[in-house]
């Protein structure tokens, strides 16, 4: 909602520069992470996703990274524009036995002019 | 268009009310999700379903209720126990296959008043 970014880590880039969001997750078991854009009063979309057994995933002008050796994960956003200004999360899924979806705080990215 | 819809977008709520908040979606989608957002945490897991006629408690199910009579329709009830429900309320659904992520829905804005 409107109020979810007021208390969030925020990143401010220039438009046209690059942007760099990151997220550090909880269980090494975890198997497969995703990345949401969440703009004001909207719900999360999809942004892009990434299996444990992956180190690197690109898509269309976003890049997400994951390094399992201190269990991170990084958002690129190539040539940001105004339409990318949202808040980001992460979200980290367990996929074998009983599962988990455990979804980060976020990031809210503000793009400026 | 296939997609999940919450209504209604805005909701206002007196001390002592038990107020329904609606989620449809038409996706085929077998699990339904409700989550709450409140400002600088995480999505939190109310209820879920994975099946009609079934559902399972969240990580904060206290002073909710929730139904799955329909494969398309989780609707999410808040009580009077629920103490705190100023919010923003999230539904989901995704196959059964967590691999392909949720589908959000835009959102509900509950307030106490």
């Known amino acids: 909602g409107e109020s979810v970014g007021l208390h969030l880590p925020t990143l401010s880039v220039q438009e046209g520069d690059n942007s760099i969001i990151n997220c550090a997750y909880s269980n090494s078991a975890s198997d497969y992470f995703i990345w949401y854009k969440q703009e004001s009063g909207k719900g999360p979309q999809f942004i892009i996703d990434?299996?444990?057994?992956?180190d690197k995933r690109q898509g269309q002008r976003v890049t997400v990274l994951l390094n399992k050796t201190v269990k991170h994960l990084s958002l690129q956003i190539a040539a940001t524009q105004p339409g990318d200004s949202a808040v980001y999360f992460c979200a980290e899924i367990f996929t074998s036995g009983t599962y988990k979806y455990i979804f980060g705080t976020g990031t809210r990215l503000k793009v400026l002019a | 268009d296939g997609g999940i819809t919450q209504s209604p977008k805005y909701l206002f709520r007196k001390e002592g009310q038990n107020v329904t908040l609606s989620c449809e979606q038409n996706l085929n989608h077998d699990a339904m999700y409700w989550y709450r957002q409140d400002p600088g945490q995480g999505l939190r897991l109310i209820y879920y379903?994975?099946?009609?006629?079934?559902?399972q408690k969240g990580d904060i199910a206290e002073g909710y209720s929730v139904s799955r009579e329909k494969k398309e329709s989780f609707p999410l009830t808040v009580t009077s126990a629920q103490k705190n429900p100023t919010a923003f309320y999230l539904c989901a659904s995704s196959p059964l296959a967590l691999e392909y992520g949720y589908t959000f829905g835009s959102g509900t804005r509950l307030t106490v008043v």
């Open positions: 379903s994975q099946i009609v006629n079934d559902f």
């Open positions: 990434i299996r444990s057994n992956m």
